[in-house]
């Protein structure tokens, strides 16, 4: 049992100076302890005190859940370490050390495909910032109060707006806009809430988000989903905050009004399922009528094993979860330090699933959210002689693209889809438009590939 939860903690968030102030810091080795410190002037880390206790602090600095949520020294090159290292070593000022992380962050493709200028709807003419609109029947929400996490990955894309620098925040206004722009669109069948993570806010909060969508009039919009790693850093939000049976009573509300309401909970390792705690979470969501679906990228480090992937999947559905996607890695942040080939990918997931009965198959993956839709990696064959990956897509901005599978040539490097070209000399439609660099990046990408 975790200790903080047997305590009823209230939700504390630590940064690296509480982090500095524990005990448990100073027994570190130096050289961890300084990677931790450099990398995160640039990659900023935050945890809280139930997550410290699912981490095994003798397996350091390989157990998952630290790689998880500390920064490690691999993640910046070499230069950007050295820079900040030498900044602290000879005493500069802190605003000497932010531009210089400034500076490292702006190269990490804080927003990659398009995340802040494609897909944001419009309502009389005015941009509605904390929407996205994508796929025909569904529609992703950002409310500005949901835009922090209680615990953060370091893997995470959406770093950028956790930083404090202004111009790269998503900012949902209100949600009168939304629930405009829903009345306008019938065809919207889902709303997807998502952040950051939504279920850092307070009931009443989010109840003034989302219960306007509840309305007779908004009927078409049938799902309501909700994206969170709350159950895995945080699942004291479902138990023993102190608006957590109001939280309760509101998914209540939800169902009773006719909505399929799903937590769609991003759980990277069996061991975030371990917990008396996220049990407890786990049952009192589901007595509401909640589904609870899993998710999670695919993380080398954390996560990059078949075994680990069917041990969660098998305790997920003991325990009433659904697998829904595996997702993989994209292309921002320490992409290096993390990332795992496309080839590498669909063998662990090809394994995982021969692990596990048809209960667990329910997971779609490898997944990659790509400006065209998200592709999923349904093979890899030989066919006349050509060695290709075989692909679909599962989502795509042209619904008619869907279920259609296409090839790319087999490289056994690629981790994204904008490395893959075309298989047997032909240019398909859906490699048309979609790339994702320019012609140069992708001329150094081939051949640092080919080298
Ligand atoms: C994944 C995703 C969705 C939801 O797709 P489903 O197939 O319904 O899970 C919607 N919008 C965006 C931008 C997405 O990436
Ligand atoms: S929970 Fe999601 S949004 Fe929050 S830090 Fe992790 S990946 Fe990012």
Redesign the pocket.
Known sequence: MNDVVAAGARYRAIGLRQMESLPRWGQLAPELRQGVEVVSQVLPFRTNAYVLDLIDWDDLPDDPIFQLTFPQAGMLERDAFRRIADLRAAGASPAEVRAAADAIRLRLNPHPAGQLTHNVPELDGRELAGLQHKYRETVLYFPAQGQT?H???T?????AQ?VGMPDLKFEARESADLVAYLGRHPEVSDLLVT???PMIMTTAALEKHLGPVLADELEHVQSIRI???SLA?WPARFVADKDADDLLRFFERAIAAGRHVALMA?FSHPRELDSDLVREAIRRIRATGVEIRMQAPLVRRVNDSAAVWSKMWRTGVRLGLIPYYMFVERDTGPKNYFEVPLARAYQIYREATQQVSGLARTVRGPSMSATPGKVRVLGVQSVGGEKVFLLDFLQARNPLWVGRPFFARFDPRATWFDQLEPAFGEDHFFFDGVRERSPREREALRLQLAG
């Open positions: 996490c615990a953060y990955c893997y995470c894309f959406r770093w956790f952040g950051g993570d994206g969170t790693k850093y991003h």
